[in-house]
Structures are given as C-alpha cells and as structure tokens.
C-alpha cells in the first residue's frame, strides 16, 4: 500500500492498482470507479455516496453532485483546477477539446497513422483507450488502468528509493509464446491475475491468422509486405498451446511493446502458405520478439 501525504492531507493507493481512499482534514473519502477507471463517485466510511461524477467521451465534467474536494477524476488522473486540465506527467491534457497542449515527442508508426497526431488523444478512443503517459496510448484498458497506477503510485512521494524501487520494478505483465495447428506461431501479453490481455501476431495485409495466410498462398510475387498487430483478447479466445517464455514490469513491456510492431517482408508462394514459408514469417518473428522479450525482461527500467 502506497500513501502519499503533506501532513494535512492524505492519499492511499493500494500496490500496483487503484487510489483506494483520501483523507482531508479527518474526513475520509473511498473512491468507486467505472470500467476505464474513472472516478465515478466518492463514499463515506459507511458506504453512502456523497460525490458523483458524469463526463463526456473525453473526460469533461458534464454533472458533479458533492462538494468534497478531489483531484482525481477522469481515469482516475489528476486534475488541475486552475488549468482545468489533466495533468499526465509528459503533458497537460485539455478534456474539452480533448487534445493535448503540448506537441508529443514520440515520433508515431507510419503504419498506424492515427499515431502521428501530434496532439489527438488516446488515439481518439477514448472509450476503449486511456494514454496515462502522454507519450504511448496503450490499446487495452485493463492494461492500461494498472499502467496508469503504477505510473501515478511512481510519480508520488513514496517516502524511501527502496519504495520506488519496488514499484518501478514490479513484474505485473506474463508473456507467453504460442504455437497452433495449421502450424502457426504468435504472442501474448497478460496482465498478472487476470485472464486478459494482449495478442500479438503478424499476417498479410488483408488480415492476419487464417485470413492473412490464404491470402498469401495465393501471391505470384513470391515476397509481400506484412504487418504486425496487437489486438485485446482473451486467454480463453485464444487456440494453441503455450509457453511462459518472461515477465515485464511496466517500463519493461512498453519497450517491448514499441520494438516490436511495425512492418515486416513475408516469404510467400502459390504453392506454400505463409506459415510454412522458409523466409521470413510468423515463426521467425516469433522467434526474434521473444529473444527481444527475454533480454528486456532483464533490463531495469
């Protein structure tokens, strides 16, 4: 459990998850959220609510009931009153015209034009993505509601370096390799304790899995440009066996996370699918993400 204080006021986190409580001057408020993350309404110690909160898509505050003075609202960030923005550690983000006041360093995928916005949002869905960063928008919310705390619980005074330390370094993602029949090879990133997370997997233009090798199967060019593409899911959703191949902390998975997609050539025939191919492919780039995966789960981030 993290707290942050300044002697009058205090916030309390639990490891790793969501801001569980503040205490202002003797009167303690306990945080109820919604599927994103966002405070939805704030309680007393015996349950009843005393603050509600209602926002549009992209986190402006369209009904507030209570007068209890809190600084964390829309995803659970925190909110400054003077600036009537969200204050997200890289850049100041503005909900009623959801964009960003500052430019975003990070330099965007060509082959993911939404990210070269300089000033857009969670890539503008805020419904589905959160960007707790101001840098990376994370395409999973599960995922990124523990991102989002582990980066507030780290941007807090947490008292000692061995605190920080700890919370830099928490494994909270597993990662694991899969193999499925007709032979093809992905991966898969899941938050800890829970049965969700990340699929990633590279296919043929026109999609990916079975789509993208029919589609392969039957190019004349012999090469073919491909892609790689993260997409939420399920471990139940998911078909193959697998493998734990490491475990990310958060630094750990974003960097992961930016090495490996992009794009890729796949060796392609009429007569051979693209899982089989003896160029470049799924197994191939499986292979590469993994050593990837191995080594930066050794890096202290």
């Not at 060509?110 to 916005?117: A, Q, R």
């Given at each position: 459990?993290?707290?942050?204080?300044?002697?009058?006021?205090?916030?309390?986190?639990?490891?790793?998850?969501?801001?569980?409580?503040?205490?202002?001057?003797?009167?303690?408020?306990?945080?109820?959220?919604?599927?994103?993350?966002?405070?939805?309404?704030?309680?007393d110690s015996l349950g009843t609510v005393t603050d509600r909160y209602d926002?549009?898509?992209?986190?402006?505050?369209?009904?507030?009931?209570?007068?209890?003075?809190?600084?964390?609202?829309?995803?659970?960030?925190?909110?400054?009153?003077?600036?009537?923005?969200?204050?997200?550690?890289?850049?100041?983000?503005?909900?009623?015209?959801?964009?960003?006041?500052?430019?975003?360093?990070?330099?965007?995928?060509?082959?993911?034009?939404?990210?070269?916005?300089?000033?857009?949002?969670?890539?503008?869905?805020?419904?589905?993505?959160?960007?707790?960063?101001?840098?990376?928008?994370?395409?999973?919310?599960?995922?990124?509601?523990?991102?989002?705390?582990?980066?507030?619980?780290?941007?807090?005074?947490?008292?000692?370096?061995?605190?920080?330390?700890?919370?830099?370094?928490?494994?909270?993602?597993?990662?694991?390799?899969?193999?499925?029949?007709?032979?093809?090879?992905?991966?898969?990133?899941?938050?800890?304790?829970?049965?969700?997370?990340?699929?990633?997997?590279?296919?043929?233009?026109?999609?990916?899995?079975?789509?993208?090798?029919?589609?392969?199967?039957?190019?004349?060019?012999?090469?073919?440009?491909?892609?790689?593409?993260?997409?939420?899911?399920?471990?139940?959703?998911?078909?193959?066996?697998?493998?734990?191949?490491?475990?990310?902390?958060?630094?750990?998975?974003?960097?992961?996370?930016?090495?490996?997609?992009?794009?890729?050539?796949?060796?392609?025939?009429?007569?051979?699918?693209?899982?089989?191919?003896?160029?470049?492919?799924?197994?191939?780039?499986?292979?590469?993400?993994?050593?990837?995966?191995?080594?930066?789960?050794?890096?202290?981030?």
């Amino acid at each position: 459990m993290l707290v942050e204080s300044d002697g009058t006021n205090t916030v309390t986190y639990s490891y790793g998850h969501d801001l569980l409580s503040q205490d202002r001057d003797g009167q303690i408020s306990y945080y109820q959220y919604d599927g994103l993350g966002s405070t939805r309404s704030l309680t007393d110690s015996l349950g009843t609510v005393t603050d509600r909160y209602d926002y549009t898509a992209f986190g402006d505050i369209l009904n507030q009931t209570g007068t209890t003075e809190n600084s964390y609202r829309f995803t659970g960030e925190q909110y400054d009153a003077g600036l009537d923005q969200y204050y997200l550690r890289a850049r100041y983000y503005d909900p009623g015209v959801g964009r960003f006041t500052q430019m975003d360093t990070f330099q965007g995928r060509m082959d993911e034009p939404v990210t070269l916005h300089k000033y857009l949002y969670a890539n503008g869905d805020p419904g589905n993505v959160v960007d707790p960063s101001g840098k990376i928008s994370l395409i999973e919310v599960s995922f990124a509601e523990d991102i989002g705390e582990t980066l507030r619980g780290s941007s807090v005074n947490l008292g000692t370096k061995k605190a920080l330390d700890i919370a830099k370094n928490a494994k909270i993602f597993s990662v694991y390799d899969y193999v499925q029949l007709p032979l093809h090879f992905y991966m898969y990133v899941e938050r800890k304790n829970s049965h969700s997370g990340i699929r990633y997997d590279v296919g043929a233009p026109g999609g990916w899995g079975n789509l993208g090798r029919e589609l392969c199967r039957g190019n004349l060019c012999g090469r073919m440009p491909g892609f790689v593409r993260s997409e939420r899911a399920s471990r139940y959703e998911l078909k193959g066996k697998r493998k734990k191949i490491a475990s990310f902390s958060l630094g750990q998975y974003i960097l992961w996370h930016t090495s490996v997609m992009g794009t890729e050539q796949m060796e392609c025939s009429i007569d051979i699918t693209y899982s089989l191919a003896p160029g470049p492919n799924c197994l191939s780039w499986t292979f590469t993400a993994t050593l990837k995966a191995i080594a930066i789960s050794k890096l202290k981030l």
